[in-house]
């Protein structure tokens, strides 16, 4: 993962990208997102990864993590189950707590509510 992380950041730094949102679903894509989140971080790109498994990724050692208290595995920046209007406000929330995370320094994996 060190690589790809390392290619990533070389691509997002000669876009002028500086700061990341990673939204991940299930065990497997929150292994991979924690693990591309650390190695973004490790190249100076702040990277919010949003997740309803906060102690998968901060057992990778993903340091801004944003937990999906929906908890749905399928839809991080979703809630499916509530209407077209108050699933926007949701999921403004969650943007709202990923930029937030972004522009928190941060020193040890920590969880961000939304």
Known sequence: MQE?????ADELKKGGVTGVILPATWGTGTRSGAALA???EREKIPT????CLPDVAKDIGANRI???KAGHFHHPFG???MTKEAE???????V???L????????VPTVFEY
């Not at 937030?100 to 020193?107: C, D, G, I, R």
Request: charge should be positive; avoid cysteine; glycine fraction near 6%.
């Open 4 to 8: 790809i992380g390392q290619a990533w």
């Open 38 to 40: 650390k190695e973004l």
């Open 48 to 51: 919010a990864l949003i997740t």
């Open 66 to 68: 944003v937990n999906n």
């Open 79 to 81: 809630e499916p189950n």
């Open 88 to 94: 926007e406000v949701w999921r403004l929330g969650a």
């Open 96 to 98: 709202r707590a990923a």
């Open 100 to 107: 937030e995370a972004l522009k928190t320094p941060v020193k």
